[in-house]
């Protein structure tokens, strides 16, 4: 039983099911039918046409559906003398699920979830073991979230931005247990970005594959946190580092610049670098700079403020960093990353125990205790 | 997507404003602070935002190792200083304002003479497991 190939189908099934006229909600219940029937039958019998045949099978589970509810027989009717139509080409309908599975009326979590089950073809329990949480509890967020868009009208494309920040948010969850949330985002962009023509969609697909392609590098086997000039690039992923420049190189090609290409760009002059020392720090300054005329987010700025730091000297990151707000998430480490290049060991060590206090993660925060304990180590002297 | 605990003191706290001990309220008072409590929690599974929550013992164990071969200190010298936890929660919500809206409607929760608690809860979030690949710029 090919896994792989039951979750790619899921997506263009119940776009299929939903353009025939099925409510989305109700598609998506029975192609889960139609899956869990699959992995009985097909063992012994495979499908010469896997999609067909679960286009079929949903078909068939849906109208069995819409028949047991009584209160539906007038719209059973309407669709039991409709001829069903033969698989439709595929493409544009899973499009259309990233764009229901991603709509603005659902809540951040909510869109996720939805984009896992419905695009991704994961169960439910898989979801909720990545993110942690009883199953009742996500099967509850996914049905709220399938009742927000069941009235949601399924013939216009909705914003793209909305559906990259649903897969950014993907990636961004790591993985935990035997989903690799990071490889479910780059196999959905991946996806995405074969059935639309937008730069920024190749953006966002560059950048996930150059941030993966350091993974391996960026901890330690205990998962302490390697900081990027002492990650050893030599187990640095060079083919998907390729893969991500080609893509990247053709979306910026294309003269229509957004967030994610120019992230993928710094991300690109880190990649490019041999060695941590010849990092193209002015280059990335300058990315940098186009970064916060697209977005104007403070995190861009403080990133701003380390790569000034590399580019001219701490003193001017410093200055930098000066005219940002001080209660921006890991401000307090910059600034002791910058007081120590310059010279300031007790500032700095003061300021990365401080940093510590207020990281928001594990990995982190032992990183940055560890920095201060560090330079005071050193201040007192050889070790006793 | 994040998660915090919520956490009931019963000492360690500041009191409570309609601070009157649970053995002098009435059995209907009581009933209606325990269904409160349960229906919060089943509406927090419905709407996806319920990870888990437990009651505790008021007492417990202060333990610490004593050296090689010798059994583990319990308690000690600190009985009237240590805190002690009635019960918790764990939310899994899309904010921070979020976690303390659902602290203030877990406080409301009533007390004696049916009129809210105003209980002070501890709201603190967890500690990410990984950290987000996009910050390795970071030092």
Redesign the interface.
Known sequence: MDEALLRSLTPSVIGVLVRRGADFAAAEDAVQDALVEAVRVWPADPPRDAKGWLVTAAWRKFLDATRSDTARRRREDLVDEEPAPGPAPGVDDTLQLYFLCSHPSL????A??LTLRAVGGLTTRQIARA????E???A???S?AKRTVSGVRFDRPGDVATVLRVLY?V??????GDIDL?AEAIRLTRRLSASIDHPEVAGLLALMLL??A??SA?TTPDGS?V??AEQDRGRWDTTMIAEGVVILQTALSRDRLGEFQA?AA?AAL?ADAPTAEETDWVQIVEWYDELALLTDSPVVRL?RA??VGQADGPRAGLAALAALDDSLP?HT??A??LHERDGDLPTAARLYAEAARK???????DHLTR?AARLNADRRGPAR | MAKYLLLKHYRGAPAAVNDVPMDQWTPEEISAHIQYMRDFAERLEKTGEYVDGQALAPEGSWVRYDGEGRPPVTDGPFAETKDLIAGWMVIDVDSHERAVELAGELSAAPGAGGEPIHEWLEVRPFLTAAPSTTDECHP
Request: net charge positive; hydrophobic share 40%.
């Open positions: 809540t951040a979590s909510s996720v979830a993110y942690l949480v009883p009742a509890t996500m509850q967020r996914i709220r948010l990636f961004n969850e790591g993985y935990s990071a941030h993966h350091r993974r960026r946190l900081p990027l992230q710094i880190h990133n380390v790569a890991r480490a910059v002791a990353y990281a928001p993660n594990l990995a982190e925060r920095q």
